[in-house]
């Protein structure tokens, strides 16, 4: 079983919906990431949180440590969401850059 | 544009081959990461440098092998390149490597598709 879990693996949503995707990990950690992979190969830091809520612009991230669940949050979605959306982690205790990721959400917004 | 630079952008070569690929941190920027993107297993660490020195060792195989130099450019060498190697390599940077339980956060630089024939 994967460390990191992602789901769904594929969502699409018409432009303007309300579009939730769920990380869950099974490690204890430091800190939890969002990452955004562009249809051209780039990847964009989203967040970075180890705890409560963070916002920014349309998008939101949760975290609830006991549970050991995140959710990324995008309000008002449009078609330039469409991308892979990508849950990673930093095990407790580890390096920061020795990142445990999830295969990716990949999301498609129609207009 | 993260202010991490990678070169070369695409990089095709022959199995048993050697590469070197480059990363520039942002300024000021003293970690770099490497991570590998092949379409079988996702996103990998392979390795981390701090000002110079190794810090962290992920799934970076032994044909691998990175370094930092004083003006915290990197560079990933890559030898007896096999067909499985064939993957995006991403380089990213952060301000400062773990420390005092502060974790911080990472940029990445656009990649190097590399296509082992």
């Known amino acids: 079983k994967n460390e990191v879990e992602q789901s769904p693996q594929n969502l699409t949503a018409q432009e303007g919906e309300f579009i939730t995707i769920n990380c869950s990990y099974s490690?204890?950690?430091?800190?939890l990431h969002w990452l955004q992979q562009h249809p051209g190969g780039g990847i964009v830091s989203l967040f970075m949180?180890?705890?409560g809520k963070k916002k920014h612009g349309r998008l939101i991230a949760t975290i609830n440590i006991q549970e050991k669940h995140s959710s990324l949050h995008i309000t008002a979605s449009h078609p330039r969401d469409s991308a892979v959306y990508i849950c990673?982690?930093?095990?407790?205790?580890?390096?920061?850059?020795?990142?445990?990721f999830g295969k990716g959400t990949k999301l498609s917004v129609k207009p | 544009d993260s202010g991490v630079t990678q070169t070369p952008k695409h990089l095709i070569t022959a199995t048993g081959q050697r590469v070197t690929l480059r990363c520039s941190p942002r300024?000021?920027?003293?970690?770099v990461y490497w991570y590998q993107q092949s379409l079988d297993q996702g996103l990998q660490f392979l390795i981390q440098?701090?000002?110079?020195?190794?810090?962290a060792k992920g799934n970076i195989l032994e044909r691998f092998s990175a370094q930092q130099f004083p003006d915290l450019h990197s560079e990933l060498n890559l030898s007896s390149l096999e067909l499985g190697d064939s993957a995006l390599y991403f380089c990213?940077?952060?301000?400062?490597?773990f420390g005092g339980g502060r974790y911080n956060e990472q940029f990445f630089g656009p990649g190097t598709r590399l296509t082992v024939l």
């Open positions: 990213a940077s952060s301000v400062e490597s």
């Open positions: 490690v204890g950690i430091s800190a």
């Open positions: 949180l180890s705890s």
């Open positions: 990673a982690v930093s095990k407790w205790g580890g390096s920061q850059g020795n990142l445990i």
């Open positions: 300024s000021g920027d003293l970690s």
């Open positions: 440098y701090y000002n110079g020195e190794e810090r």
